[in-house]
Structures are given as structure tokens and as C-alpha cells.
Nanobody
Framework: QVQLVESGGGLVQAGGSLRLSCAAS????????MGWYRQAPGKQRDLVAT???????NYADSAKGRFTISRDNAKNTVYLQMNSLKPEDTAVYYC???????????????WGQGTQVTVSS
């Protein structure tokens, strides 16, 4: 089995910063894309940012210029540095990963349990 465990959420004032981490553990051969998504109350879960194993990144328009995604492949960990936070960034942030569990097997998609980020005005 594979587990994704997020950390780093919390309460911050508008304009502040937070750094989220997500560590993958378990039966892992390799990890392809990793990413962060968020879901505000009453809304759908939306993409925030993704990063490939080679380091190519993709951001939602709302995250461009303020958030930075990175990863440490040796630690199977992905990070999200969030700066200039706004109240509209308030949401539960979920980690996502495409994990290859065995040589030549297809990747399987996993989600973390989520971490709450609250930005006060």
C-alpha cells in the first residue's frame, strides 16, 4: 500500500506564507507526477500545481507568481511554498501522486488526507 501524508497547514494572516509538505511512503518503485489540489467549502476540488519527476511544473492561474511547487525525489516528497496568501486561498489542500509500485507496472493514483489552510483578512 502507499500513503501520502501532508503537513504544514494552519492559520495565517493575509499576505503571509506557508509551506506544505507531502511525503509518500509504502510500496514505491518510482513516482511520476505529483501535485497539489485544493477544495474550498461547497466547491469542487481544483488543481493548484503539479510537478513531473523531471521537475517540469504547471500552475493554476490563481497560483502563478505566488506559489512554488518542488519535490525531493530521494525523499518521495513534494512541497508547496505559498506566499502572499489571500483569504480566497482558504481551503483543504490535498496531495496527489502517480505511483509506480513495481517495475513495468502501470502507475496508480493516490491522494493524501488533506491539510487545512485558513487565511484570515
Amino acid at each position: 500500500q502507499v500513503q501520502l501524508v501532508e503537513s504544514g497547514g494552519g492559520l495565517v494572516q493575509a499576505g503571509g506564507s506557508l509551506r506544505l509538505s507531502c511525503a509518500a511512503s509504502g510500496s514505491i518503485f518510482s513516482i511520476n507526477a505529483m501535485g497539489w489540489y485544493r477544495q474550498a467549502p461547497g466547491k469542487q476540488r481544483d488543481l493548484v500545481a503539479t510537478i513531473t519527476a523531471g521537475g517540469s511544473t504547471n500552475y493554476a492561474d490563481s497560483a502563478k507568481g505566488r506559489f512554488t511547487i518542488s519535490r525531493d525525489n530521494a525523499k518521495n516528497t513534494v512541497y508547496l511554498q505559498m506566499n502572499s496568501l489571500k483569504p480566497e486561498d482558504t481551503a483543504v489542500y490535498y496531495c496527489n501522486a502517480d505511483v509506480v509500485r513495481k517495475w513495468f507496472s502501470d502507475p496508480q493514483n493516490y491522494w493524501g488526507q488533506g491539510t487545512q489552510v485558513t487565511v484570515s483578512s
